[in-house]
């Protein structure tokens, strides 16, 4: 079945430590987004990649960097400098993002927590 | 700036009853909006989009509504049973920019 898939599913992070969260999707799609969520406000958008090689930050950016060097993958690392981690990490994808009227699919997501 | 909203923050209805989760936005100019499912610690699930163009959307037991010039849509879940508790978001992609702007989300807890 095509879908997207999150791994690990929970993470501890240690002072001072960069972690990598991982996104695949098998859909074909040309778009990849990576969110944060926290409890009671919506989600927020940290970066975008509408094609391989190519990236842009969203409104969170800052402690977080990414890279596009396939398709199907889009991993995060959750720097040091990111002081407050800990919260729900989801990724998404969709096809080209000027298709307006095509859906976002998600990944079930990882939960980032600090030791 | 867009902004969305879904009031309550919480809902919790007895099973069988017909009811209506709502957003609000502020901006008009938006290309749709999208509804979702999220099950706990789990992604979100694509429950129905409407373009800008449109009123609204079925889909099974759902319905959402959208009235732009108000800044409104209504998601209308009829005979809920207990397996539709969930958190339900909805999302406005504007016509200004690529991203989609979130409400925080109604939990609904369906009592059997």
């Known amino acids: 079945d095509g879908g997207i898939t999150q791994s690990p599913k929970y993470l501890f992070r240690k002072e001072g430590q960069n972690v990598t969260l991982s996104c695949e999707q098998n859909?074909?799609?040309?778009?990849m987004y990576w969110y944060r969520q926290d409890p009671g406000q919506g989600l927020r958008l940290i970066y975008y990649?509408?094609?391989?090689?190519?990236?842009q930050k969203g409104d969170i950016a800052e402690g977080y960097s990414v890279s596009r060097e396939k398709k199907e993958s889009f991993p995060l690392t959750v720097t040091s400098a990111q002081k407050n981690p800990t919260a729900f990490y989801l990724c998404?994808?969709?096809?080209?993002?000027?298709?307006?009227?095509?859906?976002?699919?998600f990944g079930d997501g990882t939960r980032l927590s600090i030791l | 700036k867009q902004e969305v909203t879904q009031i309550p923050a919480a809902l919790s209805v007895p099973e069988g009853e017909n009811l209506v989760l709502n957003c609000s936005f502020t901006d008009s100019a938006i290309y749709n909006l999208q509804w979702f499912r999220q099950d706990p610690g789990k992604g979100l699930t694509s429950l129905l989009l409407?373009?800008?163009s449109q009123r609204e959307q079925t889909s099974g037991r759902l319905n959402a509504s959208l009235d732009k010039s108000s800044g409104r849509s209504t998601l209308y879940i009829a005979a809920s049973q207990p397996g539709d508790s969930a958190t339900y978001l909805c999302a406005v992609r504007p016509v200004s920019n690529y991203q989609l702007i979130w409400g925080a989300g109604t939990k609904l807890i369906i009592k059997p």
């Open positions: 409407i373009q800008s």
């Open positions: 990649s509408q094609i391989v090689n190519d990236f």
């Open positions: 998404a994808s969709s096809y080209d993002r000027d298709r307006v009227g095509q859906p976002q699919h």
């Open positions: 859909l074909n799609h040309d778009a």
